[in-house]
């Protein structure tokens, strides 16, 4: 039986008005999982999982499957609307997304989110069902020499979000690789930067930062000024005109293969693809100074990107038995605990279930669009809210978010504390988006470097062995030198 | 912002040279590589030159005027203040009272210095966010919030 028949089969399975249900059922929990900050997709799937056991397993891991790519939407909800990211990978969206909110922008901002997830999704799965065995196997490839320079790639790329002084820019990437410094050494499993607190032997918690530096801040700053009006909800404000589908259509079709692609690589998490999309779209705009003040592409590409992503994540999982992602691993929890082994086994001995699975992908996402865009008028209509009812609250599901982290108040002071410096950054106009990626890339790069040094013994040679590293290390110094070279430029501006 | 930034850029140095001492208690370098301190070293270092080209930068260039609302007003400032206190209340009467009875003093101490003047809209405003919010969390999708002292 070939793939298309295996295919039409799963659609039949996944169109059953049971399995539909489940589907919509897990795309709404999703998405209101993904509206409310610090409670991920990771620990959306981990609570409803005990609620699947008495449901078949075809239809269990449907609506969990369903729930994971809701909740990559649902993130980007808040992350428009209030500048608080509601999963990490929407963090990106938060620089470009709310300045649209602020302009009057917020539906046609969480349109193109929602119609570009859509077509990423929809795209990256039917890559998946071509391409996923050839492409698995080039992943694989990646071993830590390779994952290594890409991450020195987009380190190298970072400086692109420098802004309007280097100075500042370089300062606040460099900030966050220093803050990413602190927990236990990769290497020799010595604690840094701890000063005795066991809270932060494992590192300073992304989420928390992210609340703190993007959400707290901003309240911070609304709270000390006079109220501003934020947002035009007039229906016809709310639709994509001609020129915004035009300024994003191409963001889309290169947000799609970089989430995919990237996706495929065991390790790298969701938020590398929207910052390599945003980066991406930054360096094809043909004026990318309006980056950060609401450009719809800063938009558009990360969101396309991340649900491409969020598909390419479950490729290792479907065709190796190997998790791409954290979410990506309690689904595979879900398999084991329904008697299921993921890996290149599940395609011979359970393919109904399998391809029931990746049909209902596709149906999963038809079911967020139908979802989620009659919604944005109801949506953005919550910045009706009286602003001192909407910032009390805000401060109140960060500091929940922040909390159910790790149950510990502490996440909830580190928050706090990253929040005064978001205030700060805003107040000094050093940009906070390089603080935040390098804090993702950081440890990243540090495990890569280590594990590449394990492998060779020591021996740097062994980027310069790999061609696809060698390839990626040459970009990075091109990257670079054109960064030094534009910092120079700029100093001498600054001091003339 | 020259000031601001010569401020800013001294603090800078000062926390950059803490991170190069810090780090230096740390190995440097190993046989197979770069050991715990190298990069925080290098960092710091790096930071260290960025914050003084930030003072260089501020000192010897035109300073830019400092925006209008760079400086919060006095009632801006008590609204900071109180968003700031009713955070840190949060963070050491969460365990101690409990996820309920913490948010619903929060709501009660920050609403109306934001502005919500109506005190029915702030009595409901605020049990909606600590009783309610604990009913959503804690029932309805079993996340953990803190009891506190009281069992309640």
């Known amino acids: 039986m070939d793939t298309f028949e295996l295919l039409a089969r799963g659609f039949g399975i996944a169109l059953q008005p049971t399995n539909l249900a489940f589907a919509f059922f897990g795309c709404a929990m999703g998405t209101l999982v993904g509206v409310l900050p610090g409670l991920g997709s990771t620990a959306a799937i981990g609570i409803l999982l005990p609620f699947t056991f008495g449901l078949e397993p075809t239809s269990a891991i449907i609506m969990l499957a369903a729930l994971y790519w809701g909740s990559m939407y649902g993130g980007t909800i808040t992350s428009v609307l209030l500048n608080v990211p509601g999963e990490a990978s929407a963090a990106i969206t938060c620089i470009d997304g709310y300045q649209m909110a602020k302009q009057g922008r917020a539906g046609p901002a969480l349109a193109v989110a929602a119609i570009g997830s859509f077509i990423g999704g929809t795209a990256a799965t039917m890559a998946l069902v071509i391409v996923a065995l050839p492409l698995t196997a080039l992943a694989l490839k990646f071993g830590p020499p390779e994952l290594l320079a890409l991450l020195l790639m987009t380190l190298g790329l970072v400086t692109g979000l420098a802004g309007t002084s280097m100075i500042r820019g370089f300062l606040s990437m460099f900030l966050g690789l220093l803050v990413a410094m602190v927990g236990l050494d990769p290497g020799m499993g010595v604690p840094r930067f701890t000063f005795g607190r066991t809270e932060l032997l494992e590192g300073i918690s992304f989420i928390p930062v992210v609340m703190g530096m993007f959400g707290l801040a901003e309240v911070f700053l609304n709270v000390e000024g006079r109220p501003k009006i934020l947002v035009d909800v007039r229906m016809r404000s709310v639709m994509l005109s001609v020129k915004d589908m035009k300024d994003s259509a191409w963001s889309i079709v290169r947000g799609t293969p970089v989430g995919f692609l990237l996706g495929l690589i065991p390790g790298l998490t969701g938020v590398i693809a929207s910052v390599v999309a945003y980066m991406v779209e930054k360096r094809f705009a043909k004026n990318p100074e309006r980056f950060g003040s609401g450009a719809i592409e800063g938009v558009a590409g990360p969101e396309t990107a991340n649900n491409a992503y969020a598909t390419g994540a479950v490729v290792p999982l479907f065709t190796l038995g190997i998790p791409g992602s954290p979410s990506v691993a309690v689904l595979m929890g879900a398999f084991m605990m329904n008697g299921l082994v993921p890996g290149p086994f599940l395609f011979v001995e359970h393919s109904d279930f399998i391809w029931a699975v990746i049909a209902s992908m596709y149906v999963a996402n038809v079911i967020l669009l139908i979802l989620n865009l009659p919604l944005i008028p109801l949506w953005v209509a919550v910045l009706r809210i009286p602003q001192p009812i909407l910032y009390a609250f805000i401060l109140s599901f960060c500091v929940l978010g922040a909390y159910s982290i790790n149950n510990q108040v502490f996440d909830v002071g580190m928050m706090v504390g990253f929040g005064i410096l978001g205030y700060g950054f805003k107040k000094l106009d050093i940009p906070v988006a390089p603080f935040i990626v390098t804090i993702i890339l950081g440890p990243l790069t540090e495990r890569a470097l280590r594990r590449t040094l394990e492998m060779s013994g020591g021996d740097y040679g062994i980027l310069l062995a790999s061609p696809v590293a060698a390839t990626f290390l040459l970009l990075t110094v091109a990257i670079i030198v054109a960064a030094s070279l534009k910092f120079a430029n700029r100093f001498k501006a600054d001091t003339r | ?152």
């Open chain 2, 1 to 152: 912002m020259k000031r601001s930034y010569q401020v800013t850029g001294l603090v800078i140095v000062a926390f950059a040279i803490a991170v190069i001492l810090e780090s230096l208690q740390l190995t440097y370098y190993t046989e197979l590589g770069p050991g715990p301190g190298y990069f925080p070293f290098w960092i710091g270092v790096i930071v260290a030159v960025l914050g003084a080209s930030m003072v260089y930068t501020a000192t010897f260039r035109r300073a830019d005027p400092l925006p209008e609302d760079f400086v919060p007003s006095r009632s801006g400032f008590t609204r900071m203040g109180v968003a700031f206190a009713a955070l840190v209340w949060t963070i050491v009467m969460m365990n101690p009272l409990g996820f309920r009875l913490t948010n619903l003093v929060f709501f009660l101490a920050l609403l109306p210095v934001l502005g919500c003047t109506n005190w029915l809209t702030v009595v409901l405003i605020s049990l909606a966010g600590s009783f309610g919010v604990f009913y959503i969390f804690d029932t309805i999708l079993t996340v953990p919030l803190p009891i506190g002292i009281f069992s309640f």
